[in-house]
């Protein structure tokens, strides 16, 4: 076959995949100087590109998920102020001391099957008396916090789901931005912080009462009113004056923080056993203009990472989803800040990173607590080594 017709060949395919829009939109800075409005423009129209080119690809029928029509109505500011958030931690990720994580466990449930597993599943509709704690979408605003609010939103919908709605505590993910020093590079809200530090934070400190928004219940209620360089510090004193039991004496400790397989039936008979579960998942540019669908990335390079609340799964035109609550609003996307992402092949890690934790440390029979797999890696890494040793001397 001549070499030009395989050229031509090959073009098409790229043309048809999109893969060519990837260097195009590739998510990185359109410019430096983002409070430029020269520099927002750039990303506005960065931004409509992309959407031009997702609708072009739903047309012809390679994606099903839908992009917002209009820039405006699209994740936008929270777009430009992730762009300033991956600028600052590529910049200063070098100058990071390297630290060595202690993985949590793993769980596994023994003896499931698919069958036990519905084809769809909503904690909202099992659940119902908890429908105002499962049903709720936080924003962060300016401030990078999915980790405090994901976190501190699935304790309170597991809380009431363990007491059947009988316990009112609200866990505070004010306290969790604020006070857990571990979870975060820095004291500032430019970057969203660790799900794994903010599980072992409930577990070794506690979290104090704190509701979100404008209710002003609890210990440290949660206000999305922080700038993005606002310097963070930990008063460990309660700021809503109304409320009577000291910081210290309102902690609430949990007994066990743990990670699930990487295996949606194992995430999905947690979910139905417990209630939702956290992820962490890879973030790309083309989820800010997300409207509806099941969300596949199309386009450019990773730009951080974000931290959410699965709260069940379904399929949709054919491809199974998890339903998921963000942390930007509800006035995000099109379905009142929930979005679905694909589900069953770890799209972007979020099945790689489910974790969960419990306020009992006791296991039903069918579970068991397994030492992480890198843990085992060293082990029989150490044991062959041991091995060539006694053999070679």
């Known amino acids: ?100 994580v202690e993985l949590p466990l793993t769980l596994n449930y023994k003896s499931v099957s698919a069958d036990n597993i519905p084809k769809s599943f909503d904690v909202r509709e099992f659940w119902p008396y ?13 401030c990078f916090s999915s980790h405090a609010i994901s976190v501190a939103s699935t304790l309170n919908d597991r809380l009431c789901i363990a007491t ?109 056993a417990y209630g939702p579960v956290t992820s962490q998942f890879e973030l790309y540019p083309d989820l800010f203009v997300y409207s509806k669908g099941v969300y596949e990335n199309q386009f450019g390079n990773e730009i951080g990472h974000c931290v959410i609340k699965i709260i069940g799964w379904g399929v949709e035109d054919k491809l199974p989803f998890w339903l ?11 379905l009142n800040g929930f979005f679905k992402i694909l589900r069953g092949d770890d799209h972007l890690g979020i099945e790689a990173n489910v974790m969960a934790g419990r306020r009992s440390s006791v296991l039903a029979a069918r579970e068991e607590l397994l030492a992480n797999s890198a843990g085992k890696i060293q082990s029989n890494f150490f044991f062959a080594l041991l091995f060539l040793f006694f053999i070679y001397t």
């Open 1 to 100: 076959m001549n070499r030009f017709v395989v050229l031509a060949m090959l073009i098409s395919y790229c043309a048809a995949t999109g893969y060519f829009a990837n260097f195009e939109i590739s998510g990185e800075f359109p410019c430096e100087d983002f409070s430029d409005e020269v520099c927002s423009n750039k990303v506005k129209i960065v931004l409509k590109n992309m959407t031009d080119k997702l609708d072009e690809r739903r047309r012809n029928g390679l994606i099903s998920w839908f992009p917002k029509s209009d820039v405006r109505d699209s994740g936008y500011e929270k777009y430009l102020d992730q762009l300033k958030s991956y600028s600052d931690f590529r910049n200063e990720l070098s100058e990071q001391p390297s630290a060595t």
């Open 130 to 142: 908890c429908k105002h704690f499962t049903d709720s979408i936080e924003n962060e605003g300016n």
């Open 164 to 272: 059947k709605g009988q316990e009112d505590f609200l866990y505070s993910a004010e306290d969790i931005l604020t006070c857990c020093k571990a979870c975060k590079v820095e004291n500032t809200c430019r970057h969203n912080g660790s799900q794994h530090r903010t599980w072992k934070f409930w577990v070794d400190e506690g979290i104090v009462s704190g509701a979100f928004g404008e209710s002003n219940e609890g210990c440290l209620p949660f206000f999305p009113s922080k700038q993005f360089n606002t310097p963070i510090s930990c008063h460990k004193n309660c700021t809503n004056p109304n409320y009577k039991t000291p910081y210290e004496e309102d902690k609430y400790e949990g007994a066990i923080f743990y990670r699930l397989k990487k295996n949606e039936i194992q995430i999905q008979t947690e979910i139905m």
């Open 324 to 334: 998921v609550a963000n942390t930007w609003g509800r006035k995000w996307g099109d």
